[in-house]
């Protein structure tokens, strides 16, 4: 099993900044596609960004500019630098990591979840 714990998330002002952290443990033999997603009330889950094993990177046109996303391939964490928040960007964000386990299977797995609020 590969299990993802996210930290970060919290409460900050229009304008700020915030760095969510999501770390992957478990039967990892590698990791592909590793993204940020979200998923604000009565709306759908969104992709924010995401960077595959080469480092290309891609992002929802909503964040481009002001979100940053980054990978630790040898600590298995994924980044998200948010900076220039709007309140727009409140929701509970989620990390998903692809990849394959030990026994070469594939797996998609999600974090729990972190709540980002931007209000002032």
């Known amino acids: 099993q590969v299990q993802l714990v996210e930290s970060g998330g919290g409460l900050v002002q229009p304008g700020g900044s915030l760095r969510l952290s999501c770390a992957a443990s478990?039967?990892?033999?590698?990791?592909?596609?590793m993204g940020w997603y979200r998923q604000a009330p009565g709306n759908q889950r969104e992709l924010v960004g995401a960077i595959d094993s080469g480092g290309s990177l891609n992002y929802a046109d909503s964040v481009k500019g002001r979100f940053t996303i980054s990978r630790d391939n040898a600590k298995s964490t994924l980044y998200l630098q948010m900076n220039s928040l709007k309140r727009e960007d409140t929701a509970v964000y989620y990390c998903?990591?692809?990849?394959?386990?030990?026994?070469?299977?594939?797996?998609?797995?999600w974090g729990q979840g972190t709540q980002v609020t931007v209000s002032s």
């Open positions: 478990g039967s990892i033999f590698r990791i592909n596609t």
């Open positions: 998903n990591i692809k990849g394959l386990d030990t026994a070469f299977r594939g797996f998609d797995s």
